[in-house]
Nanobody
Framework: QVQLVESGGGLVQPGGSLRLSCAGSGRIIRVNNMGWYRQAPGKQRELVASISTGGTTNYVVAVKGRFTISRDNAKNTVYLQMNSLKPEDTAVYYC????????WGQGTQVTVSS
């Protein structure tokens, strides 16, 4: 059974940083291209960063230069380092593979506000 557990969210002021973690069951993360997605209130879920099994990364323009995705296959974990956070980064953040599994984790809430 696929299980992805996100953590690390919270309330942060604009300009602050957070590091999100996504722990996967079994070998899910080790053998898949993985992504971080986010869903803001009233908006569709969107992919913001991805990392291939070989370590190639891609980012949407909105987060490029501020967010860094990484993976630790030994720990079956994917990370998202978020710096210079902006209010528009406020969303629930999820991890999933590319293409996505049908099931999603509970996500982790990130709120950027002064």
């Amino acid at each position: 059974q696929v299980q992805l557990v996100e953590s690390g969210g919270g309330l942060v002021q604009p300009g602050g940083s957070l590091r999100l973690s996504c722990a996967g069951s079994g070998r899910i993360i080790r053998v898949n291209n993985m992504g971080w997605y986010r869903q803001a209130p009233g908006k569709q879920r969107e992919l913001v960063a991805s990392i291939s099994t070989g370590g190639t990364t891609n980012y949407v323009v909105a987060v490029k230069g501020r967010f860094t995705i990484s993976r630790d296959n030994a720990k079956n974990t994917v990370y998202l380092q978020m710096n210079s956070l902006k209010p528009e980064d406020t969303a629930v953040y999820y991890c999933n593979r590319l293409p996505t599994f049908p099931s999603w984790g509970q996500g982790t809430q990130v709120t950027v506000s002064s």
